[in-house]
């Protein structure tokens, strides 16, 4: 039998993209967005055989912001618990998320989007401007989906863009 796995705030997670490895730190729980985990991901790539110093890990340069079930993808095999550290920083992420996403609409180009930082209210803003432009695409994505964008940069399939 496999042995539960308990997340708690500042685990570091591992996962294999390619020939090398990424890393992504738990660092805050959206009630907001389905009571979903908020990750960290880091830019840095790390060699297969390194084993880096997490504490420096988590203070690298950040990659992006995303909400995702961190459990399902240690039980997909798809990343690993390395560790926990302290969370660094302020988590004042801003999310997006289109009301034009919906079954069979697919808009190119939103101009009806929300915007919330975690734990607060949506807020309709339309079209996105200033600051809400750097938001990060706020859906739950699925484990695979997580790590596409640690790969590629982008998440795969579709999702309104706002230019």
């Given amino acids: 039998m496999q042995k539960r796995t308990i997340i708690r ?3 570091i997670v591992g996962t294999k993209c390619g020939d090398y490895y990424k ?6 729980d959206d009630m907001t967005m389905l009571n979903s985990r908020v990750i960290r991901v880091f830019k840095e790539k790390y060699s297969l055989d390194e084993i880096p110093e997490l504490t420096e890990t988590v203070q690298g340069e950040i990659d992006f912001h995303a909400h995702t079930s961190i459990k399902l993808g240690i039980k997909m ?3 690993k618990k390395i560790g926990n550290a ?3 920083g302020e988590v004042n992420v801003i999310f997006r998320r289109s009301k034009d996403y919906t079954e069979g609409n697919k808009v190119k180009v939103s ?3 929300e915007v919330w930082r975690i734990n607060e209210d949506f807020r309709y803003v339309g079209k996105l401007e200033g600051e809400n432009r750097k938001a990060e695409i706020g859906l739950v994505k699925a484990p695979i989906g997580i790590i596409e964008r640690m790969k590629t940069g982008k998440y795969h399939g579709y999702y309104p863009d706002f230019e």
Avoid: I, K, N, S
Wanted: no cysteine; net charge negative; aromatic share 34%.
């Fill in 111 to 113: 101009e009806r989007w």
């Fill in 86 to 88: 302290p969370v660094f």
């Fill in 77 to 79: 095999g798809l990343w």
């Fill in 23 to 28: 890393y992504f730190q738990y660092v805050a």
């Fill in 9 to 11: 705030l500042g685990d």
